[in-house]
């Protein structure tokens, strides 16, 4: 079993739709990511995680730390969200990454 | 401010040779980790360096060695190529040292191939 499990790993959405993607982990940690990787590979950090929430545009990204699960979500989705979304964590030093979830948005 | 920077993009090698990758880190980052991403997979973790010393290593085999550089650019050496070492090879920058976590910034990554 990995160390952060995300759900779901594919996901398919109409451009407009609300959209969420789900993240649990087993170990002890400091800060939760979230990730953002086009085609071609570039990775974008989109929020680190503690306790609570935060929101930046139409993204919002929560964490339960007694439960060990994060939520992202992406309001009013569109096609530029196209891209592989993806959850890590840290505890000290080192980035332990999830497998991503690949969200395609169709107009 | 110029952002992580890595080269090449694309590389070809055949088993048994020895590759070299490059980072440039962030303005003002000391902190340099890499990892490897095979295709669909989420990216490993190989090792990471603060100011020129390795700070914590991934389950990756000798022959994946580093180095940093006292400008914090890093280097990753890969020898005796394996046909498994094709991947994507990403380096990340961070100026928060290594006790406090911290958002990584990431460069493009190298494309590896092995033939």
């Known amino acids: 079993k990995n160390e952060v499990e995300q759900s779901p790993q594919n996901l398919t959405a109409q451009e407009g739709e609300f959209i969420t993607i789900n993240c649990s982990y087993s170990?002890?940690?400091?800060?939760l990511h979230w990730l953002q990787q086009h085609p071609g590979g570039g990775i974008v950090s989109l929020f680190m995680?503690?306790?609570g929430k935060k929101k930046h545009g139409r993204l919002i990204a929560t964490i339960n730390i007694q439960e060990k699960h994060s939520s992202l979500h992406i309001t009013a989705s569109h096609p530029r969200d196209s891209a592989v979304y993806i959850c890590?964590?840290?505890?000290?030093?080192?980035?332990?990454f999830g497998t991503g979830t690949r969200l395609k948005v169709l107009a | 401010e110029t952002g992580v920077t890595q080269s090449p993009t694309h590389l070809i090698k055949t088993r048994g040779q020895q590759v070299t990758l490059r980072c440039s880190s962030q303005?003002?980052?000391?902190?340099v980790s890499w990892y490897q991403q095979a295709l669909g997979q989420g990216p490993q973790f190989i090792f990471q360096y603060y100011r020129e010393e390795e700070n914590g290593r991934g389950n990756f085999p000798p022959r994946f060695s580093g180095l940093q550089f006292p400008n914090y650019s890093s280097e990753l050496n890969v020898n005796a190529l394996e046909l498994d070492d094709s991947a994507l090879y990403l380096c990340a920058s961070s100026s928060s040292g290594i006790k406090v976590p911290d958002t990584q910034y990431f460069g493009p990554g190298t494309r590896l191939t092995v033939l």
């Open positions: 170990v002890g940690i400091s800060a």
């Open positions: 890590a964590v840290t505890g000290t030093y080192k980035y332990i």
């Open positions: 995680l503690s306790s």
């Open positions: 303005s003002g980052h000391n902190t």
